[in-house]
C-alpha cells in the first residue's frame, strides 16, 4: 500500500479537524453514547476553554475598545409578535424537497439545477417531491395548554434582542447616536441539512453587534465597520491570504438589508461565509414601532437649530458564529511539519532523550520522516497558555514545576505532563495548541532557571524562574504567526 503523499499530510481535511477534536477533547458529537444526535456538539475541556477566549476576544474588541459599544444578554425566549416584526414567521424559511425513493432530504437551492428540474434525486436516481417552504424556527408552547395562544419560538438570531432594548439602552445609560449593542448568545434553527462538523449546526452561538447611526452616514458607518472587521481577524493571527470578501447581489440580499458583504474563509470544503457586515437600514426598527406601537424614534438633543430632530436610525450590524469561528480557528491554526533530523530544542525539532546518568536533556537524532501535528494559535486564544513538564518524576523536580505552575495558574492557563519522554510531551502539547513549555530538570534545582519551549519555532532558552511570568506576558504581547 502507498504511504500517504507529502501533499496530502500537509494539508488540513475536515477528517483530520474532526478526529484531532474528539481525540483531544475539543468537540464530541452530543449524546454519543445514543447514536449521536445530528446537528448538536458538546465542547470539551479544551473545546470550551477555546471557544470561551475567542469570545472574550470579541468581546473586549467590540465593548472594552470602543466607547460607544455596550452590552446586552437578552432572553432567549421573547414575545411572538416579535419574530413577526421581524419577518421571520413569514420569511424565514429553506426551499425542501425529499425524495421518494431514498428519503433524503435536501435544500432545492443546494442540489443541481438539472436534477431539480427534472426532479430527478442527486444520490439514487429517484423521483424528488415538489419544492415547498420549511421555517427554520423552532416551535415550542408555553404555559400549561399547547394550543395556538400558547406558541413561541426559540430565538433564531440575537439581534431582534437587541433591537426591542433599543431604548432602554439609550435611556438607562444615555447613549448617544451613534452606538452599538454587543450581544453573544445562544441561536436555534431547525436546519434542513447539518454538516461539515460544527460548520452548520441546528444550535449555536451569535456574537453579534448592531451600530445605530443616523440616516444619511450608514454607507460612511458600513464602510468603516467592513475595515474594522477585517482588521480584527489579523489581530486573531489569521492567515489572511485565508479570508476574501463577497458582496451580496440584488437575489442574495435578506429583505431588510439594504447592502451586505460577508468575510469568507477557506474551509478544507471551500470558500464558506465567517461573518456578514450588513446595512440593515431602518427596517426592524420601523417594524417594530409598526407592530408593537411604541415610539422608537431617537430624539437628537444634541442637533443644532431650533427643532428638535426625531428619526429611527438606520442599522450597521456585524454578525459572527461563536461556534463557526471555532472551527475556523482550528481549521487555520492546522499543521501537519516534517521535523528535520537534529535535537529537540533546535529549529530541526527532532525528538530528545534523558541521560540514563545525568538527567539533563541530550541531543539525539531522529527521523527523518518524522512529523508533528501543530495547532498554532494565537497564545491569547490558546486553550492552555503554558505547560510544566518536570524532566523526570524523581529527585523533587515534580514537586519544583508543580510549585512554578502554582506560581503561573493566577494569570495563566497551566497544563501539567510527567508522563513519557520530554519529546512525546512536547508533541501532545503541540497537538493541543500550547505555545508554551516550561521543563525543570536539574540544573533549575541549582540555579533557579527553567527552560522555556516555543511551539512555532521549538526553540528553547534559560530563563530565570523570576522573570518567567513577565517573559511569558511579554511574548503573548509581541506574538506573530510566522507559519
Same mark, same amino acid.
Given at each position: 500500500?502507498?504511504?500517504?503523499?507529502?501533499?496530502?499530510?500537509?494539508?488540513?481535511?475536515?477528517?483530520?479537524?474532526?478526529?484531532?477534536?474528539?481525540?483531544?477533547?475539543?468537540?464530541?458529537?452530543?449524546?454519543?453514547?445514543?447514536?449521536?444526535?445530528?446537528?448538536?456538539?458538546?465542547?470539551?475541556?479544551?473545546?470550551?476553554?477555546?471557544?470561551?477566549?475567542?469570545?472574550?476576544?470579541?468581546?473586549?474588541?467590540?465593548?472594552?475598545?470602543?466607547?460607544?459599544?455596550?452590552?446586552?444578554?437578552?432572553?432567549?425566549?421573547?414575545?411572538?409578535?416579535?419574530?413577526?416584526?421581524?419577518?421571520?414567521?413569514?420569511?424565514?424559511?429553506?426551499?425542501?424537497?425529499?425524495?421518494?425513493?431514498?428519503?433524503?432530504?435536501?435544500?432545492?437551492?443546494?442540489?443541481?439545477?438539472?436534477?431539480?428540474?427534472?426532479?430527478?434525486?442527486?444520490?439514487?436516481?429517484?423521483?424528488?417531491?415538489?419544492?415547498?417552504?420549511?421555517?427554520?424556527?423552532?416551535?415550542?408552547?408555553?404555559?400549561?395548554?399547547?394550543?395556538?395562544?400558547?406558541?413561541?419560538?426559540?430565538?433564531?438570531?440575537?439581534?431582534?434582542?437587541?433591537?426591542?432594548?433599543?431604548?432602554?439602552?439609550?435611556?438607562?445609560?444615555?447613549?448617544?447616536?451613534?452606538?452599538?449593542?454587543?450581544?453573544?448568545?445562544?441561536?436555534?434553527?431547525?436546519?434542513?441539512?447539518?454538516?461539515?462538523?460544527?460548520?452548520?449546526?441546528?444550535?449555536?452561538?451569535?456574537?453579534?453587534?448592531?451600530?445605530?447611526?443616523?440616516?444619511?452616514?450608514?454607507?460612511?458607518?458600513?464602510?468603516?465597520?467592513?475595515?474594522?472587521?477585517?482588521?480584527?481577524?489579523?489581530?486573531?493571527?489569521?492567515?489572511?491570504?485565508?479570508?476574501?470578501?463577497?458582496?451580496?447581489?440584488?437575489?442574495?440580499?435578506?429583505?431588510?438589508?439594504?447592502?451586505?458583504?460577508?468575510?469568507?474563509?477557506?474551509?478544507?470544503?471551500?470558500?464558506?461565509?465567517?461573518?456578514?457586515?450588513?446595512?440593515?437600514?431602518?427596517?426592524?426598527?420601523?417594524?417594530?414601532?409598526?407592530?408593537?406601537?411604541?415610539?422608537?424614534?431617537?430624539?437628537?438633543?444634541?442637533?443644532?437649530?431650533?427643532?428638535?430632530?426625531?428619526?429611527?436610525?438606520?442599522?450597521?450590524?456585524?454578525?459572527?458564529?461563536?461556534?463557526?469561528?471555532?472551527?475556523?480557528?482550528?481549521?487555520?491554526?492546522?499543521?501537519?511539519?516534517?521535523?528535520?533530523?537534529?535535537?529537540?530544542?533546535?529549529?530541526?525539532?527532532?525528538?530528545?532523550?534523558?541521560?540514563?546518568?545525568?538527567?539533563?536533556?541530550?541531543?539525539?537524532?531522529?527521523?527523518?520522516?518524522?512529523?508533528? *501535528?501543530?495547532?498554532?494559535?494565537?497564545?491569547?486564544?490558546?486553550?492552555? *497558555?503554558?505547560?510544566?513538564?518536570?524532566?523526570?518524576?524523581?529527585?523533587?523536580?515534580?514537586?519544583?514545576?508543580?510549585?512554578?505552575?502554582?506560581?503561573?495558574?493566577?494569570?495563566?492557563?497551566?497544563?501539567? #505532563?510527567?508522563?513519557? $519522554?520530554?519529546?512525546?510531551?512536547?508533541?501532545?502539547?503541540?497537538?493541543?495548541?500550547?505555545?508554551?513549555?516550561?521543563?525543570?530538570?536539574?540544573?533549575?534545582? #541549582?540555579?533557579? *532557571?527553567?527552560?522555556?519551549?516555543?511551539?512555532?519555532?521549538?526553540?528553547?532558552?534559560?530563563?530565570?524562574? *523570576?522573570?518567567? $511570568?513577565?517573559?511569558?506576558?511579554?511574548?503573548?504581547?509581541?506574538?506573530?504567526?510566522?507559519?
Amino acid at each position: 500500500m502507498p504511504t500517504e503523499s507529502t501533499e496530502y499530510r500537509g494539508k488540513a481535511t475536515m477528517e483530520k479537524i474532526t478526529s484531532l477534536a474528539k481525540r483531544r477533547g475539543f468537540v464530541f458529537q452530543s449524546s454519543e453514547i445514543y447514536g449521536g444526535q445530528n446537528g448538536a456538539w458538546d465542547y470539551g475541556p479544551l473545546g470550551i476553554e477555546l471557544k470561551n477566549r475567542i469570545a472574550r476576544a470579541w468581546w473586549k474588541e467590540m465593548t472594552q475598545l470602543h466607547d460607544d459599544i455596550v452590552g446586552l444578554d437578552a432572553s432567549i425566549l421573547m414575545h411572538p409578535r416579535t419574530w413577526e416584526a421581524s419577518g421571520h414567521v413569514e420569511n424565514f424559511t429553506d426551499p425542501l424537497v425529499d425524495c421518494k425513493k431514498c428519503k433524503t432530504r435536501f435544500r432545492a437551492d443546494q442540489i443541481p439545477p438539472e436534477n431539480l428540474a427534472a426532479k430527478k434525486c442527486p444520490d439514487c436516481g429517484g423521483e424528488l417531491t415538489d419544492t415547498r417552504k420549511f421555517n427554520l424556527m423552532f416551535k415550542t408552547h408555553i404555559g400549561p395548554t399547547e394550543d395556538g395562544a400558547a406558541v413561541i419560538y426559540l430565538r433564531p438570531e440575537t439581534a431582534q434582542g437587541i433591537y426591542v432594548n433599543y431604548k432602554n439602552i439609550i435611556q438607562s445609560n444615555r447613549m448617544k447616536i451613534p452606538f452599538g449593542i454587543a450581544q453573544i448568545g445562544k441561536a436555534f434553527r431547525n436546519e434542513i441539512v447539518t454538516k461539515n462538523f460544527i460548520f452548520r449546526t441546528c444550535e449555536f452561538e451569535q456574537m453579534e453587534m448592531q451600530y445605530f447611526v443616523k440616516p444619511g452616514t450608514d454607507v460612511e458607518w458600513f464602510e468603516e465597520w467592513r475595515g474594522r472587521r477585517w482588521a480584527y481577524y489579523e489581530k486573531l493571527g489569521v492567515k489572511m491570504d485565508s479570508l476574501r470578501w463577497h458582496r451580496h447581489g440584488p437575489d442574495e440580499l435578506a429583505h431588510y438589508a439594504k447592502d451586505a458583504y460577508d468575510i469568507e474563509y477557506l474551509f478544507p470544503m471551500g470558500w464558506r461565509e465567517l461573518e456578514g457586515v450588513h446595512n440593515r437600514s431602518d427596517y426592524d426598527l420601523t417594524r417594530h414601532t409598526e407592530y408593537s406601537g411604541k415610539d422608537l424614534q431617537y430624539i437628537d438633543q444634541d442637533s443644532s437649530g431650533g427643532s428638535v430632530p426625531r428619526y429611527i436610525p438606520f442599522i450597521i450590524e456585524t454578525s459572527a458564529g461563536l461556534t463557526r469561528t471555532l472551527l475556523m480557528i482550528l481549521c487555520d491554526a492546522y499543521d501537519e511539519e516534517k521535523v528535520v533530523s537534529g535535537p529537540e530544542g533546535s529549529i530541526s525539532g527532532a525528538e530528545s532523550s534523558i541521560s540514563e546518568t545525568t538527567g539533563s536533556i541530550s541531543e539525539t537524532k531522529g527521523s527523518t520522516d518524522d512529523w508533528r *501535528t501543530v495547532l498554532r494559535f494565537h497564545p491569547a486564544i490558546a486553550p492552555i *497558555t503554558v505547560a510544566l513538564l518536570p524532566l523526570m518524576k524523581k529527585d523533587g523536580l515534580a514537586e519544583l514545576a508543580q510549585d512554578i505552575r502554582r506560581e503561573l495558574k493566577e494569570d495563566f492557563t497551566t497544563d501539567y #505532563d510527567q508522563g513519557g $519522554a520530554i519529546g512525546r510531551r512536547y508533541r501532545r502539547q503541540d497537538e493541543a495548541g500550547t505555545p508554551f513549555c516550561v521543563t525543570v530538570d536539574y540544573q533549575s534545582k #541549582d540555579d533557579n *532557571t527553567v527552560t522555556l519551549r516555543f511551539r512555532d519555532s521549538m526553540e528553547q532558552v534559560r530563563v530565570p524562574r *523570576t522573570q518567567l $511570568a513577565q517573559r511569558l506576558r511579554d511574548e503573548i504581547k509581541a506574538y506573530h504567526r510566522s507559519k
